[in-house]
């Protein structure tokens, strides 16, 4: 190629590229011409700076004598936040470096915040943060890192009622109990502020463009009280402790209107440090976990067969001096050394003979033990305001075992399994003069004034007794429990008390475990006119140190009563009745065969 044809080549691949630089300009034009709108909406969100302003959670309250008090609050706790879009790569791990250094934590896990989200505009590196901490991230200046606002949780009053608050998480949302369930009125509604931002695209909060407010959560006031809710806790800790028990559940209610004045299950945990809990001490069991209920299940029945005209309290049953073989219904035992021989439908019930009630199932069938155990809310949520409850459960007659159930419903073996929340809601139905009420844990709603919102108001279910029936279940039967039978343990000096006490097997998949029992009492006072009512069961006692209803809770619920009913002035009513002669058993009521 001689240098003329070399030159017009050079000349014309010259042009050539000129001419592709001019079509590359008119076509960024024509696209600036055509998209002009979304340019520069484009170049709006560059100059400007969305802030996300969280609004602040509502409280829950508990109650005392004294008025309200805090049980879950919030405060306004610093927070450390990057644009990552603003870093380089080979600035990341120096930037991570330099905030976990001011903070004095390990830069791993912001290290990582940033590279997960590096093709965003926002990435949470610390929450919770200290003043101090906060003003030494501020002073490092960093271009992409800012120090921002949101609301922190707090439980003031440590592991009280932990498991019916439950707790929210680190991004504000509500877990597990009242936290959970009520999270659309408790969680707040986040409002913006619209920056104008400087050449790093940090806002100038001086050049605000537009500000949304956020919105407050609503206030939940509970019907618990916390000293009450104190005085069972403590229970609770006292006897699992004592022996040796793998959990133990307890309820304290109001029998008049199904207001839950306390409730717990140990062991428990300190929602201001959820991450550190396990599942188990999360776990509200007293609505949860369903068991066997054993002889606690009794007083149903019995009562159940008297508001059916089935039977009355003096009407006579054969228990066969402790052995009773069963046609078609196996072997039934009474507790060992007790050989009753005629017993009183009231004295069964008292002396908690299972083979008396056994002979009561005979003569009331399957279809109306089953009507009996419904009519009380067995086999279905009680409604409660608070997420997780077990309906327990009542199998209908036709999947019973024919001539095994019939005769061990009726001391609440086979068929049948129920909570501690149910137990004590159905003995209300029982002390209240015959209504089953909803039971309730909140009172009401508030808004952020303090006004009231929505009333929780008193729920009855349906009549499940004639007043005359219940008033002779508790005066004539359950009184005399705790008067001569089963629960002298949970005798007062000051107050009258009646209840039931219950001691089941637990099972496994090969049938009952060897030794495992929950031992149940349930019981209220004062027995002329009910004011609360305590049940308490211990799940898996240690069998060497004690098992028995009458001995592992029955104590502990007479000491629930005797604060409670201290506390709310209830007057003294011993002399209302005096023990009756009779004859004494000692926890005379294990269900088992």
Same mark, same amino acid.
């Given at each position: 190629?001689? *240098? +003329?044809? !070399?030159?017009?080549?050079? =000349? @014309?691949?010259?042009?050539?590229?000129?001419? #592709?630089? $001019? &079509?590359?300009?008119?076509?960024?034009?024509?696209?600036?011409?055509?998209?002009?709108?979304?340019?520069?909406?484009?170049?709006?969100?560059?100059?400007?700076?969305?802030?996300?302003?969280?609004?602040?959670?509502?409280?829950?309250?508990?109650?005392?004598?004294?008025?309200?008090?805090?049980?879950?609050?919030?405060?306004?706790?610093?927070?450390?936040?990057?644009?990552?879009?603003?870093?380089?790569?080979?600035?990341?791990?120096?930037?991570?470096?330099?905030?976990?250094?001011?903070?004095?934590? *390990? +830069?791993? !896990?912001?290290?990582?915040? =940033? @590279?997960?989200?590096?093709?965003?505009?926002? #990435?949470? $590196? &610390?929450?919770?943060?200290?003043?101090?901490?906060?003003?030494?991230?501020?002073?490092?200046?960093?271009?992409?890192?800012?120090?921002?606002?949101?609301?922190?949780?707090?439980?003031?009053?440590?592991?009280?009622?932990?498991?019916?608050?439950?707790?929210?998480?680190?991004?504000?949302?509500?877990?597990?109990?009242?936290?959970?369930?009520?999270?659309?009125?408790?969680?707040?509604?986040?409002?913006?502020?619209?920056?104008?931002?400087?050449?790093?695209?940090?806002?100038?909060?001086?050049?605000?463009?537009?500000?949304?407010?956020?919105?407050?959560?609503?206030?939940?006031?509970?019907?618990?009280?916390?000293?009450?809710?104190?005085?069972?806790?403590?229970?609770?800790?006292?006897?699992?402790?004592?022996?040796?028990?793998?959990?133990?559940?307890?309820?304290?209610?109001?029998?008049?209107?199904?207001?839950?004045?306390?409730?717990?299950?140990?062991?428990?945990?300190?929602?201001?440090?959820?991450?550190?809990?396990?599942?188990?001490?999360?776990?509200?069991?007293?609505?949860?976990?369903?068991?066997?209920?054993?002889?606690?299940?009794?007083?149903?029945?019995?009562?159940?067969?008297?508001?059916?005209?089935?039977?009355?309290?003096?009407?006579?049953?054969?228990?066969?001096?402790?052995?009773?073989?069963?046609?078609?219904?196996?072997?039934?035992?009474?507790?060992?050394?007790?050989?009753?021989?005629?017993?009183?439908?009231?004295?069964?019930?008292?002396?908690?003979?299972?083979?008396?009630?056994?002979?009561?199932?005979?003569?009331?069938?399957?279809?109306?033990?089953?009507?009996?155990?419904?009519?009380?809310?067995?086999?279905?949520?009680?409604?409660?305001?608070?997420?997780?409850?077990?309906?327990?459960?009542?199998?209908?007659?036709?999947?019973?075992?024919?001539?095994?159930?019939?005769?061990?419903?009726?001391?609440?073996?086979?068929?049948?399994?129920?909570?501690?929340?149910?137990?004590?809601?159905?003995?209300?139905?029982?002390?209240?003069?015959?209504?089953?009420?909803?039971?309730?844990?909140?009172?009401?709603?508030?808004?952020?004034?303090?006004?009231?919102?929505?009333?929780?108001?008193?729920?009855?279910?349906?009549?499940?007794?004639?007043?005359?029936?219940?008033?002779?279940?508790?005066?004539?039967?359950?009184?005399?429990?705790?008067?001569?039978?089963?629960?002298?343990?949970?005798?007062?000096?000051?107050?009258?008390?009646?209840?039931?006490?219950?001691?089941?097997?637990?099972?496994?998949?090969?049938?009952?475990?060897?030794?495992?029992?929950?031992?149940?009492?349930?019981?209220?006072?004062?027995?002329?006119?009910?004011?609360?009512?305590?049940?308490?069961?211990?799940?898996?006692?240690?069998?060497?140190?004690?098992?028995?209803?009458?001995?592992?809770?029955?104590?502990?619920?007479?000491?629930?009563?005797?604060?409670?009913?201290?506390?709310?002035?209830?007057?003294?009513?011993?002399?209302?009745?005096?023990?009756?002669?009779?004859?004494?058993?000692?926890?005379?009521?294990?269900?088992?065969?």
């Amino acid at each position: 190629m001689n *240098d +003329s044809k !070399a030159g017009r080549w050079r =000349l @014309n691949v010259l042009c050539g590229l000129l001419a #592709a630089g $001019l &079509l590359a300009i008119a076509g960024r034009v024509l696209y600036i011409q055509t998209h002009a709108a979304e340019l520069a909406l484009w170049a709006e969100h560059q100059r400007l700076s969305v802030v996300t302003v969280p609004g602040r959670p509502g409280d829950i309250f508990g109650k005392s004598t004294g008025g309200y008090v805090v049980m879950a609050g919030s405060k306004q706790a610093p927070c450390c936040y990057a644009d990552p879009g603003l870093l380089a790569d080979d600035e990341i791990p120096e930037v991570a470096q330099k905030v976990a250094q001011a903070a004095g934590t *390990d +830069s791993q !896990a912001i290290l990582k915040e =940033l @590279n997960d989200r590096r093709d965003r505009r926002y #990435a949470v $590196l &610390l929450r919770d943060l200290t003043d101090e901490q906060a003003q030494a991230i501020r002073k490092l200046d960093l271009k992409a890192v800012q120090i921002s606002y949101e609301w922190k949780r707090q439980y003031p009053l440590g592991s009280l009622g932990s498991q019916v608050l439950g707790y929210r998480q680190i991004d504000g949302v509500g877990a597990e109990g009242l936290e959970a369930k009520g999270d659309r009125l408790i969680a707040g509604k986040p409002g913006k502020k619209i920056l104008q931002t400087d050449a790093a695209r940090r806002g100038i909060y001086a050049q605000l463009q537009e500000f949304d407010p956020p919105t407050d959560g609503k206030h939940l006031v509970l019907t618990l009280d916390v000293n009450i809710q104190g005085f069972l806790e403590q229970s609770l800790a006292e006897a699992g402790e004592k022996w040796g028990a793998q959990a133990v559940m307890g309820v304290v209610m109001d029998p008049n209107n199904g207001s839950i004045l306390g409730m717990a299950s140990w062991p428990t945990y300190d929602p201001n440090n959820y991450s550190l809990a396990r599942p188990e001490e999360r776990k509200n069991r007293c609505l949860t976990d369903p068991f066997e209920p054993g002889s606690v299940f009794k007083s149903f029945i019995a009562t159940g067969a008297v508001q059916m005209h089935k039977a009355t309290w003096k009407s006579q049953f054969f228990c066969h001096y402790g052995c009773y073989d069963a046609p078609g219904g196996g072997t039934i035992r009474d507790f060992p050394g007790e050989h009753f021989g005629v017993l009183p439908l009231l004295d069964i019930v008292v002396h908690s003979s299972n083979i008396g009630m056994a002979k009561l199932g005979e003569t009331l069938g399957e279809r109306n033990l089953y009507e009996i155990a419904k009519a009380f809310g067995f086999g279905k949520e009680t409604g409660i305001e608070l997420p997780g409850e077990s309906g327990g459960t009542l199998l209908p007659p036709s999947r019973w075992d024919r001539g095994y159930s019939l005769r061990r419903v009726p001391f609440g073996q086979g068929p049948i399994s129920v909570t501690t929340l149910q137990l004590v809601t159905a003995y209300s139905a029982i002390a209240n003069g015959g209504v089953l009420y909803r039971p309730r844990v909140v009172d009401c709603v508030l808004d952020t004034d303090g006004k009231v919102l929505w009333e929780n108001r008193p729920h009855p279910v349906r009549r499940v007794l004639d007043a005359a029936v219940s008033r002779s279940a508790v005066e004539d039967v359950l009184a005399q429990v705790v008067e001569r039978g089963t629960a002298k343990r949970c005798r007062l000096d000051k107050w009258t008390i009646f209840g039931k006490t219950g001691t089941a097997q637990i099972g496994g998949p090969g049938g009952y475990k060897d030794r495992a029992y929950t031992g149940t009492f349930v019981g209220g006072g004062p027995v002329g006119s009910p004011a609360v009512m305590c049940g308490i069961s211990v799940y898996h006692p240690d069998y060497a140190k004690g098992h028995a209803g009458g001995v592992v809770a029955a104590p502990f619920v007479r000491d629930v009563l005797a604060r409670t009913l201290t506390y709310l002035d209830v007057p003294p009513d011993r002399d209302y009745q005096t023990p009756q002669s009779g004859v004494a058993t000692a926890g005379g009521e294990v269900d088992a065969e």
